[in-house]
């Protein structure tokens, strides 16, 4: 018998190679080359001949005479995950969500399934990690109306038999948990191996695809160490949407974003919070994100301010505490800003604010967790933390938008019309801006509110705080 021939195969990004290198010339990761089977000549690694000759369809024609069937979406009922996807799941669409173990991605799936097996769809849930005994308890702890009939599972890790299955109960939604586990038979790579990884979701890609009987595609991903998407970096490529899905372990918060949506925005976001029960949408996240505090509670330390996540506006609280150090190194702590942000605006906050904290140990954080990524909270921690140093409160319905320059002067931000008009629309009745022209449909919209345009840091506080006795000159 012929010696099999041996091919180098790159975990990262799937490059093949003849003899084994160092370093991959298509990635340039290093030691990532690993030794494989070349699959043999007579197993076609294409699509199977029969489905192409039924999918090949009338060959071209113009974009406009396409059909749209198939196209449809299928609505999950969760409010968030609707959102995130563009407002439900395409039909004959793959998506994939990523996530740590632990985060709440299989609990998702199996809320994903049911909600449309009530629909009256069929639904094929197949798992390559748990047996089906584990997955009737994990429904019967998380679904509370029950486990509806339409809702079929499968305990496997062979593709092949995913795909007899399907053929059997011709589902409308398929869903793979998680994508990593699966292998066909005619690869000998092991699971997880980018041979077997692409092979597998060319396998749904064509079940997803075939114009004649579309189905959706719903895969788990597992993620790296790096916070990556395991397997190669074709796999991001070859699906519709790719959307990650993040838990904070102190709030219990899940957030799922889309980094990649062919039928919707990449930049929504969509919040849970992790109960008893399974993930529980947070359909307004403006009253979750900022503490609900009495008119005669009086707080040192805190600012509120407003930021878009996708097309939504969401107002979020910063907290700031701020205490005497008396060690040479100060601390700086905060998990919603980097390190270098907070020490920038600290800086601007002395040098162009009159404050100073060199000698202060600084913590802020956002109420539920959330990072604050976005220039427009600048502002409102500038304002925090001033509010901290000088012992003074913030006026309830005052908020802050803007963001903050070296030379202390406030700068607009993009959609801060739409931000503006989210501050009014919930009752803030003091809304601190940089000065400049806003939409004549933004003034319309304040009602009772009032605008307060301000060119510098300096003069935010003094309308905020009163005179306050500046600790030097910042030139």
């Known amino acids: 018998m012929a010696k099999a021939k041996q091919i180098y195969v790159c975990t990262k990004c799937g490059f093949e190679s003849p003899k084994w290198m160092g370093q991959c010339p298509s990635c340039h990761e290093w030691n990532c080359l690993e030794e494989q089977e070349a699959p043999s000549k007579s197993v076609s690694t294409g699509p199977n001949t029969a489905l192409a000759k039924k999918s090949a369809g009338p060959g071209l024609r113009p974009l406009k005479k396409v059909s749209l069937v198939g196209n449809e979406r299928i609505r999950t009922r969760i409010s968030e995950l609707d959102r995130v996807l563009g407002g439900g799941i395409v039909k004959d669409s793959i998506t994939i969500i990523a996530a740590k173990p632990g985060a709440g991605k299989s609990t998702l799936l199996l809320r994903i399934a049911e909600e449309v097996a009530q629909q009256g769809m069929i639904v094929l849930y197949v798992s390559g990690e748990e047996s ?123 957030t799922i974003s889309a980094s990649k949506n062919r039928f919707g925005s990449t930049g929504e976001m969509g919040f849970f919070t992790m109960e008893e029960n399974g993930l529980v949408p947070i359909d307004n996240p403006s009253r979750f994100f900022m503490t609900n505090r009495s008119p005669d509670m009086i707080v040192n330390g805190s600012a509120l301010s407003v930021i878009k996540e996708g097309t939504r506006p969401m107002i979020i609280e910063v907290e700031s505490l701020i205490s005497q150090s008396f060690t040479p190194y100060p601390s700086r702590i905060s998990e919603c800003l980097t390190r270098d942000r907070l020490g920038t605006l600290i800086s601007i906050l002395e040098q162009r604010g009159g404050i100073t904290l060199f000698d202060k140990n600084v913590v802020v954080k956002s109420t539920g967790g959330l990072k604050l990524s976005q220039p427009g909270v600048s502002l409102a921690v500038l304002i925090s933390l001033a509010s901290s140093s000088l012992r003074k409160p913030v006026p309830q319905g005052a908020i802050f938008l803007g963001d903050v320059g070296l030379t202390g002067e406030l700068k607009k931000v993009p959609s801060i019309d739409l931000m503006i008009r989210e501050a009014a629309r919930l009752g803030f009745h003091s809304i601190y801006v940089p000065a400049g022209e806003y939409k004549a449909e933004t003034r319309k919209s304040l009602g009772d509110a009032r605008l307060i345009p301000m060119k510098d840091l300096t003069s935010v506080i003094r309308g905020v705080f009163g005179d306050y006795s500046r600790s030097f000159e910042g030139r």
Not at 199 to 210: G, P
């Open 132 to 254: 089906e005994s584990q997955m009737r308890r994990r429904a019967e702890r998380i679904l509370n109306n029950g486990i509806h009939e339409n809702l079929w599972v499968l305990s496997t890790a062979q593709m092949n038999e995913v795909l007899s299955a399907i053929d059997q109960i011709d589902p409308a939604l398929v869903i793979l948990d998680s994508i990593q586990t699966f292998f066909l038979e005619e690869f000998s790579s092991r699971p997880g191996s980018p041979t077997q990884i692409v092979e597998c979701t060319n396998a749904v890609l064509r079940i997803a695809k075939d114009p004649n009987k579309p189905r959706a595609v719903v895969m788990a991903g597992q993620m790296t160490k790096e916070d990556e998407l395991a397997g190669v970096r074709s796999l991001e490529h070859m699906v519709d949407t790719v959307l990650f899905m993040e838990a904070d372990p102190v709030e219990e918060i899940r």
